[in-house]
Each structure stands twice: as C-alpha cells, then as structure tokens.
C-alpha cells in the first residue's frame, strides 16, 4: 500500500508539472498538421478524397439515384485504420500509415495524423512529427491485430513449438513479398488484456525484419474456444466481398486490398473468402534508421579529431584490500563531447536540421562524466598494463565502475564507464512523465541517441589525449593498454552494446551479459517495466491495454536508432563504410525475469551469433551449421542454467526476488569465458561441456 501511495503521489506530482509548463523545451513544440476541409460524401460529385473534416459543401447530381443509404454502413474516424474499429491503429504496423514518397529510400513514408496516436488521461492528443520522417515501419516491433472473439491459439505456433508457423496450412502466416518466403513466428494472447476489452493477437517474429521490405500478413482458420470461425472485422469483410462502404478510409483504399488479394491469391493456398484478415506493410530503410545517427556521430568525430578535445581528472583515490594491500584506484572526472541536445538535462530534444530534416546540429561542448576502475594488478610484474574495457550499466543505473574492482583485478582489465542518459538514474521522472504524454519517449529517446555519441567519443579520447593524463600512470609506467579496447555490459548496458560496438570506429569485440532484443519484445515481461506500469495503466496514463500496446508498438521507432536488433542486423557485413562487422559473445541466464530468454534468443538470430554447444538449451533455429565448440573465432552465445524457477510464459513479467538475472556475473566460469574472449576473440569452453551451475557457485568477489 506504501508502495502505491507514493505511485499516486508521483502521478499527482507529475500532473501538476505538465499542466504548469514546468518540462522544459516549450519552443520544440512541432507544428500541427492542417485539418483539410472538404466534401466526404462519397456520392458526391465534388467527393474530395483528402478531405479530413466535412465542411457542407457536397454537390449531387439529381437525377442520381445512388445514396449512401445504399452503401455499407462502417464505423469511420478520420486518421485511423478503418478496416478494424477495435482501435485506430489495429491492425498493426500496417501500410495504412504509410504514403508514397519519391524523396525517401523505400518510396513510403510514415504519415501519422494528428488523431492517430492514442492520447492519455493527462493528453487528448499525441502527435510525433518527426515520426512522419521515417520511411517505414519499424523492423524490431510488434505485430498485432484483436477480433471481438478471443480465438484459441492453443494448437497454433507458440514460443516453444515455432516450426508450426512453416507448415503451409497454419492459421497465421507472415510472407517476405518479395521473396515469397515464409517468415517463422509464434503466435500468444495478450495476458494483459481487460476482461472487458478485445484480447490483443500477438504475432511474434523470432528475429528483426529485413530493412526496406515489404511483408504480408494474413490469418484464416482461427477458432474460438467453441470451435467456431472467428469473425472477420466488419471493415476488412468489406473489401473482400466487394460491399461498397461508406468510410472514404476504406473506398480510398480498396484499390490496394484489391492488388493485395490478387497477390495472396497468386502466391498462397488460401482462398480469398476464408481470409479473416490480411494487411501489407513496409519496413524503414537502415538508412532512414541510423542515418541521422551516423551524421551526428561523423560530425562529433570531426570535431574531437583523431585524439579527443580533453579530459579532466577530479578525484584519484587508491583503494587498499582488507589485507593493507592495493587493491584498485578509482579515478572520477569528465572529458569533452560535442553536443547536440538543446540541454544536458531531460527532458530534451535533439537540435535538427529543420522540421522536415531529422539530421542533427551541433549545439555546444559539454562535461561528461566518466568513472574508471584501474586494478592493481597492472603494476604485476608480467601482467602489464591493463586492458582497456569500455563498461555498460544496467537500467537506470550509471557508469559508476567502483564496484568491478574484482572483475578488474581477475583480468587485468581496467573498467571505464560513463552514463547511459536517456536510460540513466537521472531519467527516472521524465519517463515517468513520459508514460503519461507519450511524446517526451521523444526527448527520452533523443537523450539516448546523444549518450551514444559520448560513448564514443569516451574511447577516442581514452585512447587519444585522455590516455596521457599523469594519474594513468604510475612511476612512469602507464597503468593502462589502449590499444586495443573492448566492451562489456549487463543487462541495459548488453542491449546497449551492439550500437555502442558498431558505432564506435575503435571497437570490434564485445562481451553482453544478460541482453536481449528488441525493446517492444522486452519491456512487459521484464520486472523492471513494474517501476512503470502502474503509472502508465492508471486514469491518468493508459487505463486500456490496447491504447497501451499500441503506445507501446509505436514507440520502437524513437528507439529504432540505437535498438539492439537495428545493429545486430549489420553486425556481419556492416553498412556501407560506415558501420563495420564485429564480434560479440552474449551470455545468458535462463529463467531470466528482467530480459527474458525469449528476447535473448531474437538477439542471437538478429546478429546471425552462433550457440556454443556447452549451451544448455538450443532456441529454434540454431542446427549443426551455426553450433560452435571451444577453440572456434568470432562471435558464439551461451545460455547458462543455474536450475531457477521458470519465467511466465505470455507477456507478462514474475514475481522478484529472482536470482537468475544477476547470476551470471558471478560465476566465474562465465568470467574466464568472457574476458578470454575480449583479450583474445576466441570462444573457450569453460564449462567444459556442460554451462549448468548451482546457487552457491555464484560469486561476485
């Protein structure tokens, strides 16, 4: 009860500093699109199809026999997807926010209008301009649709039987137009669902969406717990029986259900009267994705050159063990990164190029703080300095490296960190001001883009101008190797790493521990999302789950930039000369209950990362050719089973404490496996064969 009465007084807390103006960036609020007004009676002789508001001034001719009380009559609200009046954006993502567009690199471009998004308790309307700039959906969301009756999902492909989304009769079907192959997926019910609203249909990709394509959906066969046929929404049924409607959404579009239908009927088994939905949608191009992410990032590395601009040194403390020994020094200060937010506090924004080009514009240099751990066993003789190891922080945690002083001192490895903003300690109130006006996930989203470029610059300049400071070293001897850095991050700070790795033109290595991918597939079976959910589920946020999913799937675009599986997906062949290939160990618990091995699993597909096979379980997809042993080079993932209780399987997250998460990081047989790897990119087989541990093997010391 303690616990929800400070969630009301934050929410109330919250409430008043939206309605005071007290969020900041009041001049980065977007312009409103323009309401057409026109004629939008279809029967009409001036019918004005862009037409978004009627403004009385429709012309019949009047020997015109037609009316509308002819037409079908269907549920129609102005800037919606039609063809499903469960919600305005179901079913989803589809190409009914998408226009065509020359300019743009797939020809599409999102086109969300004013009263597309759903709006909060706290805001009627939530409208993302910048959004209207992508040219695609995002390849890392959800897919979803919801029917008035619950269908049985039960014989359907779930998250532990995938192969049945293959077989060429299965009720469900994700088709790569064009390439004509079957997409594998599994299918579950929104455990979230209120027992008075239409259960969300969950369709789940096991890894991201080629870039720049276009995918069929399609479902027919679906029954309900009754064993009968679930009904077609009344707005699709429409266009597949050629029943004249009278939503222009609808009639504008049957043209493209109509091409739509002749592709399914040329390339599918199923009948086009037995469909009881199907939509089209296109993926955004990589360089819609991360264009304006690699323009940012080349302009920071200008302006730093090839060492940095600086660093200063606030404390130097040298930390002796229990015995009187050295154990570490922890050095604390803050280097110099070009910046590109209007603040370095959030909530903030991205300063852009103008409103219709999202690439970002140098504002100012700032401060950055950095913390690293050198151990002491960079003064052993015959160790030598210590490896340079770029340190990634958990959720809204910070780079604070103080407490991997053993990590550090069992490897050699120094351990530098800075703070993940956007996802940071000093974040915690903006997203939950965000949960309630969903358009500060755009301000959180952007503070993370920036945290990205200081990331990189935080190694250039460590192994440039930083790397001379006089506190690396020790009676002339330096205490650290910068020659060639790595990467490692827990849990926030693995799901971090593949575009800190790729973005970074001085990494090529890294080790995650406990990561997953994408966002959208991570955040409601993660307990983490419970610091949140009560917030954004209240009067004041999102009381409906569908508004919440939707909410939800929307935002994977904001975070699109610097997600997971947008990296992953370069990871083997890079992306022009600007993202290199690189290698990555990613190591994993199962049981997890705040990244769950479901996610875990996508993002060892999404990177095209081989199993090693001491693993203890082997996630669909993995055979005999992308299964590696001990000895092998390049990039391997492991699943670790310290025989913990099982995770939930729907989208709903258990109950803490949970050991499994934080286990890992102590076991020390992932430890040598790890650091081995980063000093020397080959895969050793600690386990020796078999990666299962008992509780008391844990050890973080």
């Known amino acids: ?25 009041e001049d980065m609020a977007e312009p409103m699109e323009e309401n057409i ?113 619950e269908p049985d999902v039960s014989e359907l492909a779930g998250q532990f039987t995938i192969g049945k989304s293959l077989d060429p009769n299965h009720p469900t079907m994700i088709i790569n137009q064009e390439t004509g192959i ?27 969406l080629d870039h720049d394509t276009t995918y069929v959906v399609l479902m027919n066969g679906l029954m309900d717990s009754n064993n009968d046929q679930i009904v077609a929404p009344v707005g699709f049924s429409a266009l597949r029986d050629g029943v004249i409607t009278t939503s222009p959404d609808i009639e504008n579009r049957r043209p493209y259900f109509e091409n739509l239908f002749a592709w399914i009927n040329d390339n599918t088994n199923r009948p086009i009267s037995e469909l009881q939905t199907a939509w089209s949608f296109n993926t955004a191009s990589t360089e819609s994705l991360i264009g304006p992410l690699l323009s940012m990032r080349d302009d920071a590395l200008d302006r730093i050159g090839p060492d940095g601009l600086g660093c200063t040194v606030e404390s130097n403390t040298e930390i002796m063990s229990d015995e009187g020994d050295r154990s570490h020094w922890l050095i604390t200060g803050t280097y110099t990164v070009p910046q590109y937010t209007e603040s370095f506090y959030p909530p903030t924004l991205l300063r852009r190029a103008s409103d219709t080009d999202r690439t ?49 001192n069992q490897n050699n490895a120094a351990l530098l960190g800075t703070s993940f903003y956007g996802w940071s300690d000093d974040d915690f109130t903006s997203i939950e001001y965000a949960v309630l006006n969903m358009n500060y996930f755009q301000h959180q989203a952007e503070r993370l883009e920036q945290a990205m470029i200081n990331q990189v610059v935080l190694i250039k300049s460590f192994k440039g101008i930083c790397a001379e400071l006089p506190d690396l070293y020790l009676n002339d001897t330096k205490l650290i190797d910068v020659t060639n850095p790595t990467y490692t991050g827990y ?34 079976r993660c307990t983490q999302y419970d610091k949140f959910h009560f917030i954004f589920s209240s009067d004041f946020g999102y009381s409906n789950q569908l508004d919440r999913a939707v909410a939800i799937s929307i935002m994977q675009s904001f975070w699109d930039p610097v997600e997971a599986d947008t990296f992953l997906y370069l990871r083997e062949e890079g992306y022009k000369d600007k993202v290199q290939p690189y290698e990555l160990m990613t190591l994993f618990s199962i049981t997890d209950l705040q990244i769950s091995n479901i996610s875990s699993a996508r993002m060892m597909r999404t990177g095209g990362i081989p199993l090693l096979d001491s693993s203890t379980i082997t996630p669909y997809g993995f055979e005999s050719s992308n299964i590696v042993s001990s000895g092998y ?45 980063l000093k020397t990119g080959i895969v050793f087989d600690s386990c020796e064969g078999n990666c299962s541990f008992l509780p008391e093997d844990v050890n973080w010391n």
């Not at 929800?4 to 007290?22: D, H, K, R, S, V």
């Not at 007004?37 to 403004?55: I, R």
């Not at 514009?361 to 015959?382: M, Y």
């Not at 993932?637 to 025989?643: A, L, P, S, T, W």
């Open 1 to 25: 009860m303690k616990y929800e009465l400070n969630q009301t007084f934050t929410i109330l807390l919250i409430f008043m500093m939206l309605f005071a103006g007290c969020t900041g960036n």
């Open 37 to 149: 007004l026109g004629c939008t009676d279809l029967s009409a002789t001036n019918y004005d199809p862009n037409a978004m508001t009627d403004n009385g001034s429709c012309e019949f001719n009047e020997d015109n026999n037609t009316s509308t009380e002819s037409f079908l009559e269907i549920p129609h609200t102005d800037g919606c997807d039609n063809t499903n009046p469960i919600h305005c954006m179901l079913p989803f993502p589809s190409d009914a926010f998408l226009i065509d567009d020359d300019s743009t690199t797939t020809g599409k471009r999102i086109s969300y209008s004013p009263s597309t998004i759903p709006g909060s308790g706290t805001v009627d309307e939530v409208y993302a301009p910048i959004l209207n700039q992508i040219d695609g959906a995002s390849p890392n969301t959800q897919i979803m649709t919801a029917f008035y009756t």
């Open 182 to 208: 079957l997409v594998p997926h599994w299918v579950e019910l929104d455990l979230r669902s209120e027992s008075d609203q239409p259960t969300i249909l969950h369709i789940r990709t096991i890894e991201a």
């Open 360 to 408: 970002p514009v140098f504002v100012e240099n700032r401060e950055i703080p950095f913390w690293l751990v050198i151990p002491g066993t960079a003064t052993t003789t015959g160790k030598g300095p210590a490896d340079l190891t770029i340190w990634g922080h958990g959720f809204l945690g910070n780079g604070n490296t103080s407490g991997l002083y053993s990590w550090a």
């Open 491 to 524: 849990s926030n700070g693995a799901i971090r790493g593949p575009s800190i790795v790729g973005l970074s033109p001085d990494l090529d290595r890294g080790v995650l521990w406990a990561g997953g991918s994408s966002f959208t597939h991570i955040i409601e």
């Open 633 to 677: 080079k390049g990039s391997v993932g492991v699943f670790f089973d310290g025989g913990y209780e099982h995770a939930p399987d729907g989208n709903i997250y258990g109950q803490e404490p949970h050991a499994a998460h934080n286990a890992i990081g102590g076991l020390k047989i992932a430890r040598d496996m790890a650091f081995t790897f």
